[in-house]
């Protein structure tokens, strides 16, 4: 049972997924998340999906009762910078550099970057 928000629950599955037998234990683990975050994306769309309120009491009942559901997750790698790999390369060309686990959805850091050089100009 994780108490927080979906960042709680994403560092769980980050740990769960760098085991030698993450495969075998994602496949029998049960997940239980009372909503305790900023947003709480995943528990608001599990108590939708369920038919039950919204809350942290009643996503402790929803756990106490055993209602489970499953859940997609999606991996995906982070790749080196393809800068070629030379001898002062941070990551070799274009090779795994971490995989993530994620669930809800991905998104990409452009719009972030964008901002942070803006504030240069």
Known sequence: V???GDGILFE???G???????A???SRLKFGIVPCGT?????????????????VVES??????????????????VLGTGDGGGENSAS??????????????????LIADCDV???AL
């Not at 769960?16 to 993450?22: G, K």
């Not at 947003?39 to 809350?55: I, V």
């Open 39 to 55: 947003f709480n994306g995943l528990a608001k769309s599990l108590s939708h999906w369920g038919g039950d309120g919204y809350g």
């Open 60 to 77: 402790a009942f929803r756990i106490c009762r055993g209602r489970t559901s499953a859940l997609d997750v999606a991996e995906y790698d």
């Open 24 to 26: 075998s234990v994602l």
């Open 12 to 14: 769980i599955l980050q």
């Open 117 to 119: 050089e803006s504030e």
């Open 16 to 22: 769960v997924r760098d085991r030698p037998d993450s």
């Open 92 to 109: 070799p060309a274009r090779e795994p550099v971490r995989s993530y686990l994620s669930f809800l959805s991905y998104s990409w850091g």
């Open 2 to 4: 994780a108490m927080g």
